[in-house]
């Protein structure tokens, strides 16, 4: 019996985030409420909401408390992660939603508590007596003594995981969730494999850039393809000259590096630039000297300039 009620805690416990997230909600809420309700009166003279700021603050929350917490037990945050509140005073161990008494105190801790302290602020602030100075202290004083107080509670919130606020634990009142939640087994296989694809990828982007690809290229075709030699002469030069050996495109300022083949400058130069010992892709020549095509006609041209 005992293995059973402590499985029956552990799925049903409310994970620290999912409460934290819910406070975060609640919060987010609040400002969109209030932003909205401020451009409703956009028109109006300005500051027309500034006097009375802190009043209609209060009349909002518990607009939203009255629809939430009264009505529902959980807040729109907890309604959100499937959380509501629970008696943490009875002893049934079956669910007990708090009691009446208990949400009309959430609603003078938390909405007459912040409306309290800005209304206090504000008339502490336009009045500058000596007797207005002890009143402020105390004030201070009280204050300070609930920020510590919320901050011990965050501390064994941390550590328990249970009444992630002061006004919880002061109340008796936790999160629990509103359905029984099942336990998830979770498969690593997915994660384990995108994590050796990542990997992988990325060794990829490191070793390509260090391999010479026309290099490459050329010492496959010399392997597969047999090597004949060929007649080194102006006239080879010109027929072969009808494409780069490079880019297969029609030659642009037609060079030689040496053997039969015709090549781009830019294309031997950037590859030369590249790769120190640059050969050749078709017929695997070495790279000796980078010299400008020289044909009959392209002679004579050139002397008649």
């Not at 005992?2 to 987010?28: M, P």
């Not at 500034?50 to 037990?73: D, G, H, M, Q």
């Not at 302290?117 to 000596?130: I, Q, S």
């Amino acid at each position: 019996m005992t293995s059973k009620k402590e499985n029956v805690k552990s799925t049903n416990r409310v994970l620290r985030i999912s409460q934290l997230d819910a406070l975060e909600l609640n919060k987010a809420l609040e400002q969109l409420v209030w932003s909205q309700f401020t451009q409703c009166f956009h028109g109006f003279k300005p500051g027309l909401l500034a006097r009375f700021e802190p009043e209609v603050k209060a009349c909002l929350w518990l607009f939203l408390w009255r629809f939430t917490i009264y009505s529902k037990n959980a807040t729109v945050g907890q309604s959100v992660l499937n959380i509501q509140y629970k008696n943490d005073f009875s002893p049934n161990l079956r669910y007990q939603p708090p009691s009446k008494n208990q949400k009309i105190w959430y609603a003078v801790c938390t909405i007459g508590g912040r409306w309290l302290e800005e209304r206090c602020y504000d008339l502490l602030r336009n009045h500058h007596l000596a007797s207005f100075g002890k009143v402020k202290q105390c004030v201070n004083f009280v204050v300070g003594l609930l920020k510590l107080g919320g901050l011990i509670n965050f501390l064994i919130f941390l550590q328990r995981g249970k009444f992630a606020t002061l006004t919880e634990r002061l109340l008796g009142i936790h999160s629990v969730f509103c359905m029984p939640q099942n336990i998830r087994e979770v498969g690593f296989e997915y994660m384990n494999r995108e994590l050796l694809w990542h990997g992988f990828a990325e060794f990829l982007i490191f070793l390509l850039p260090l391999i010479n690809v026309q290099k490459l290229k050329a010492k496959l075709s010399s392997w597969c393809i047999p090597l004949t030699g060929a007649p080194n002469s102006d006239n080879v030069l010109a027929t072969s000259g009808k494409e780069c050996s490079l880019c297969g495109e029609w030659p642009t300022l037609p060079h030689t590096i040496g053997c039969e083949h015709i090549f781009c400058y830019f294309c031997a130069k950037s590859s030369f630039l590249f790769d120190m010992y640059f050969t050749c892709p078709k017929c695997g020549t070495e790279v000796h000297s980078l010299q400008p095509l020289k044909s009959g006609i392209e002679m004579s041209e050139v002397n008649a300039l």
